[in-house]
């Protein structure tokens, strides 16, 4: 691999145009900042702290942990990505990118050979080891003021990594009293009037969207379709028949040298998202998610595919195939197939667009060295010490770096840390927000760290941190609970907007 200096990486681009993107691997192990040392050092040094953004991986470079001593070494040049990535190749292979970089707790031989036996088995069967989990979550049971959102009836899966749980894949349910069918005809009201007024249908929108037109909704507030009624017939047949043209044009390129790795990758992620729901163990659903992420990688050379850009296409996905299918079905088990053909072609097509407009807001997230989410994960930590200062010491005082665990947050827009229904109640509220996946999102996870700040007080490890950071139990969810904390960051938003600065780091 060869080296790259950071100060002329746009002249690296330049001199290799010619390669971009077929020489551009995907960003793997995206989920979490890729490490930079190899796993057989970390029995012989401290907790790595990040430094500067490695120029290879785009995570953050491993630097000694500082300690109160008298003397200090400095630290040793880490060893290259390439090392680490031909150290660990079959590991790519695996589809294990649920990784964390370990800190310098003292764990003996006994607890290590144990937790590795027990991810082995786990691996084995499929799922996650469900202990130490299952003792966490049945401690916390959050107690939830009532609000005036309806109920929403939800299947509950095992809280165990909630990244795979379908509870509730999406609850379209009519509307079920008088309220809920005023707000559906107000929705109706502004749609169809011949030139929606997008502020006002963010207003409606803000505090959920009816299922009905949540399609429609999502599509105007995305920027897809446009405000003027009389252009959004047009408007979408043109950008469909474009869509499919990429397909036409680009798809069969996918297995040539300079492509194969990208969609070798977008091949390796599809069939982990959901496991849990049929749906998307669909071959049919899969070869279009496929087409989706590649056309839309080949398009987008300065960042191509990372993992985590499939799961941005799920909501989306979820919530235009409720168009079509019928309304007595269930979502997470219909076949796909007895869609009519150009139905699909619709889903996917705009499914694609959605995705693509929504990927322009945050493009720095997945472009070299994801800025965008580096930068996020520092301004989260900067929010955490003004809302909550003892949770934040509680952190560091057991060496838990947000980038641990808060990079898939950013990366996955908090998909893979609560179940799918509550993620497009989520997705209703980031819409309707001004720069709301660009910005509002990070008050949301700081609502989102907080609202389990009495719980991660209570562990007094390392360890027990991680796993409760990495395994929040949220499988019970609701819309209850997103509005909650959609509120609660609304506030933060807002308690802090006098304060233009209060999101840089400090100086030193």
């Given amino acids: 691999m060869q080296s790259l200096d950071p100060q002329n990486g746009k002249n690296f681009w330049k001199k290799n145009s010619k390669s971009v993107p077929g020489s551009m691997r995907a960003v793997y192990g995206a989920m979490h900042p ?23 991986t785009g995570g953050q470079q491993i630097m000694s942990s ?82 005036e959102a ?19 894949v999406l609850p379209c349910m009519p509307a079920s009293n008088e309220r809920d069918m005023v707000k559906q005809e107000k929705f109706l009201e502004l749609i169809s009037s011949n030139s929606t007024n997008l502020m006002e249908l963010r207003k409606l929108s803000w505090s959920g969207i009816a299922p009905p037109v949540r399609a429609v909704t ?25 869509y499919w043209s990429f397909v036409k044009q680009y798809y069969d390129t996918r297995h040539e040298d300079i492509y194969q790795d990208t969609f070798r990758q977008i091949h390796i992620d599809i069939p982990r998202m959901s496991p849990l729901v049929p749906l998307f163990q669909q071959t049919i659903v899969q070869e279009m998610f496929e087409r989706i992420l590649y056309i839309w990688a080949i398009r987008h050379p300065a960042s191509g595919y990372v993992q985590g850009i499939n799961d941005l296409v799920t909501p989306f996905f979820i919530v235009f195939l409720h168009e079509v299918v019928p309304r007595e079905e269930k979502l997470d088990t219909y076949d796909v197939e007895l869609i009519a053909e150009e139905d699909r072609a619709v889903v996917e097509a705009d499914s694609f667009w959605c995705m693509s407009k929504l990927l322009d807001g945050i493009q720095d997230n997945y472009t070299f060295a994801q800025p965008g989410i580096q930068t996020k994960v520092q301004q989260l930590g900067e929010l955490m010490k003004r809302i909550d200062v003892s949770l934040h010491q509680h952190l560091e005082r057991h060496e838990i770096d947000y ?47 907080k609202y389990f700040s009495q719980h991660l007080m209570a562990q007094r490890d390392f360890q ?19 509005s909650l904390l959609v509120a609660e960051a609304f506030r933060l938003k807002y308690m802090f907007a006098d304060a233009p600065n209060h999101l840089q780091a400090s100086k030193k």
């Fill in 34 to 56: 890729p490490i930079t040392r190899s796993p057989n050092d970390y029995h012989l040094t401290r907790r790595p702290r990040e430094g500067p953004p490695h120029p290879l």
């Fill in 66 to 147: 500082p300690r109160k001593e008298s003397t200090q070494k400095k630290p040793e040049p880490s060893d290259s990505f390439q090392d680490y990535q031909e150290s660990v190749n079959d590991a790519w292979d695996c589809g294990d990118d649920e990784f964390c970089v370990i800190s310098d707790v003292k764990i003996s031989n006994r607890m290590v050979q144990s937790a590795a036996l027990s991810v082995i088995n786990s691996h084995r069967s499929g799922q996650m080891p469900t202990s130490n989990l299952a003792e966490l979550h049945q401690q916390i049971q959050p107690s939830i003021a009532p609000t």
């Fill in 150 to 168: 309806p109920a929403v009836e939800v299947t509950t899966y095992p809280p165990v990594n909630n990244i795979h749980s379908s509870a509730g």
């Fill in 218 to 242: 999502w599509r105007l507030l995305n920027g897809y379709l446009p405000a003027n009624a009389e252009r959004r017939e047009d408007t979408l047949k043109r950008k469909r028949e474009e």
């Fill in 403 to 449: 980038l641990q665990f808060s990079f898939r947050w950013f990366n996955n827009l908090l998909m893979r840390e609560m179940p799918l229904g509550c993620t497009v109640r989520l997705w209703d509220t980031l819409h309707a927000e001004p720069d709301g996946f660009s910005h509002f999102v990070l008050y949301v996870c700081a609502a989102f760290l």
């Fill in 464 to 482: 027990g941190l991680m796993l409760l950071l990495q395994n929040l139990p949220t499988s019970s969810w609701s819309d209850s609970e997103i």
